[in-house]
C-alpha cells in the first residue's frame, strides 16, 4: 500500500481497536492514481487501523481517519478482518445500518465492555461456549460471540449493523461492479480485498459442499465467482482489454487458524492437513518467514500488453508502488515509498529475471539475493505452543527449495555478506542501495 516495509513502523498484526497505522499524507497506492487523475477505490478486508492514535475511535459518528484520508475518493469495509470485531460494514466513515439507539463500542478487553451500560453485550466464548454454533473454535478466536461465531476482540452494541457472515463477499462484489459502473467512463483503481479466505470461512449456502475440503475449498469456490463477477463487468462495459487487473495474496495458506471448520481432521488432539497442501513444495505457511508463508500466488493480466505465459523473476508487491508510478508517468520525491522499486517490466512479463535482491518479512526478516536465502535467527512456537530459539540461516534455493540444509557454517562469508546487506537495508531510508 505504501512502498514501505512493515518493519520500519514496527507494524504487526492490529487489534480491533487500533488506530489507523499509515501517517495521514503518507504515499499510497491510492496518492498514485490520484496524481494521474484516477478515481480511486477500496473495498473489502482493511485491517490497517482507523481512527487517530491517542483517541478511542468513535464508531458511532465520523470513523476517521482512513483510506478517505489516505487518497482513496471511496471505502466501503471489513473494518479489521471477519474474525475480529467490530462485525459490521463501514461506508465512508459511517457504520453500515447502525441504529443510534443502540451504539457501537468496541473494545480490548471484557472488563472495557462491561463498564459501557445501555449497550447489549455479546456471549463470551470463554465462559460460553456453547454459545459458538456454527463451529467449534480453538485457540484465540474465543472472545465475542458474534453469529455463532468466536472472534477476536469484544464489542457491544450495533445489532442492527452486524453484517451475516455467509453474504460478505456477495455484498462486497455488488460493491466492485458498482463503482465500476459508476467510474466505467474515466480512469479508475480499485484495491479490491477479500476476506473469502480469511477465516472464519463461511461461504454462502450456494457454494458449501461444492468441494472435499470442507469450507476452506468451499470458500476458494466462492472467491473464484468473486474474481469472475468483476472481471464478467469489466467485459460487459468494453474494458477488459485495457484494463490491468494484479490478482495476489498477503501471506502463504493457513489451514484451521482458530476454527475448526472441517478444513482439517483432528488426529490425535492436533489438527493436520486434509489432503490439500496449499504450500506445495515449499516449507512452511502463514506467518512463517520460509517461502511457503512468504512466497505468495501473482497474476498480472493486461490482454493489450502482456502475453500470456509464466515467469520466474523475483518480484516483490513492495515494488507494485513504484512501478504503478512510472507506468502513469508520476514522478515520486525521495522520502515517497523508499523501498519500492520500479519492476514493471518484470510485472509485465518483460523482464524473466526482475530484482536481484529483496526483503521477506515475518516474525523476523530474511534477505533473497540471487540464488541465496540468508534468515535472521529469531525464535517460533513449537507445536506445543512453546516458544523455541530459530538460529540464523543460510539456504541455497537453486539446490534446496525446501530449506531443508542450513549452510550458515559451510559458507560463512556468503553469510556475512548477506547479514551486511540486511543490515544496511534496515538501517537506510529505503532498499534502493544497488546491491548487484
Not at 478487553?109 to 462491561?114: F, G, K, Q
Not at 506467518?287 to 515467469?311: F, K, N
Not at 539446490?399 to 559458507?411: A, F, M, R, V, W
Request: include cysteine; charged fraction near 25%.
Amino acid at each position: 500500500m505504501t512502498g514501505i516495509h512493515a518493519f520500519r513502523y514496527n507494524a504487526r498484526i492490529l487489534p480491533p481497536d487500533a488506530p489507523l497505522i499509515i501517517p495521514v499524507g503518507k504515499m499510497t497506492l491510492g496518492s498514485v492514481c490520484k496524481r494521474a487523475d484516477y478515481t480511486t477505490g477500496v473495498i473489502g478486508k482493511w485491517h490497517l487501523g482507523l481512527g487517530e492514535r491517542g483517541k478511542p475511535t468513535n464508531w458511532n459518528g465520523d470513523v476517521k481517519p482512513g483510506p478517505l484520508e489516505l487518497d482513496f475518493d471511496y471505502s466501503f469495509l471489513v473494518p479489521s478482518t471477519n474474525d475480529r470485531v467490530p462485525c459490521v460494514h463501514l461506508k465512508g466513515h459511517h457504520v453500515v445500518n447502525l441504529d443510534p439507539s443502540d451504539p457501537l463500542f468496541v473494545g480490548r478487553t471484557l472488563e472495557e465492555v462491561r463498564a459501557k451500560t445501555g449497550s447489549f453485550q455479546y456471549p463470551n466464548g470463554v465462559t460460553h461456549p456453547e454459545a459458538m454454533t456454527y463451529y467449534r473454535n480453538s485457540n484465540w478466536h474465543n472472545e465475542s460471540v458474534i453469529n455463532g461465531i468466536g472472534r477476536i476482540g469484544y464489542m457491544a452494541g450495533g445489532r442492527s449493523a452486524l453484517w451475516d457472515d455467509e453474504t460478505i463477499s456477495d455484498i462486497l462484489v455488488e460493491e466492485a461492479k458498482r463503482f465500476i459502473d459508476d467510474h466505467k467512463a474515466s480512469p479508475f483503481f480499485l484495491y479490491f480485498s477479500s476476506p473469502d479466505i480469511h477465516v472464519p470461512r463461511t461461504p454462502h449456502p450456494r457454494f458449501q459442499g461444492q468441494t472435499a475440503l470442507g469450507y476452506r475449498g468451499d470458500a476458494m469456490v466462492q472467491f473464484d465467482w468473486a474474481v469472475g463477477e468483476i472481471l464478467d463487468t469489466l467485459e460487459a462495459h468494453g474494458l477488459e482489454d485495457e484494463t490491468i487487473v494484479v490478482f495476489s495474496s498477503d501471506n502463504g495458506p493457513t489451514y484451521d487458524d482458530g476454527y475448526l471448520d472441517g478444513t482439517t481432521v483432528v488426529s490425535s488432539s492436533r489438527e493436520v492437513d486434509r489432503g490439500h497442501d496449499a504450500s506445495g513444495i515449499w516449507r512452511g505457511g502463514k506467518g512463517q518467514i520460509w517461502e511457503g508463508g512468504t512466497r505468495v500466488p501473482l497474476i498480472v493480466r493486461w490482454p493489450a500488453r502482456i502475453e500470456p505465459g509464466v515467469s520466474n523473476a523475483l518480484v516483490s508487491q513492495v515494488d507494485l508502488l513504484a512501478s504503478f508510478a512510472a507506468l502513469l508517468g508520476v514522478d515520486l520525491k525521495d522520502d515517497e515509498a523508499p523501498d519500492s522499486r520500479d519492476t514493471l517490466e518484470a510485472f509485465l512479463g518483460e523482464d524473466t529475471r526482475g530484482v536481484a535482491y529483496l526483503i521477506e518479512e515475518s516474525l523476523n526478516l530474511a534477505l533473497r539475493y540471487k540464488n541465496w536465502k540468508y534468515v535472521e535467527s529469531t525464535r517460533v512456537k513449537s507445536d506445543s505452543g512453546k516458544w523455541i530459539p530459530l538460529p540464523e540461516s543460510l539456504f541455497d534455493l537453486s539446490q534446496d527449495p525446501q530449506e531443508k540444509t542450513n549452510l550458515i557454517e559451510s559458507h560463512p562469508e556468503t553469510a556475512a555478506r548477506l547479514r551486511s546487506m540486511l543490515e544496511s537495508m534496515k538501517e537506510s531510508p529505503g532498499l534502493r542501495l544497488g546491491f548487484k
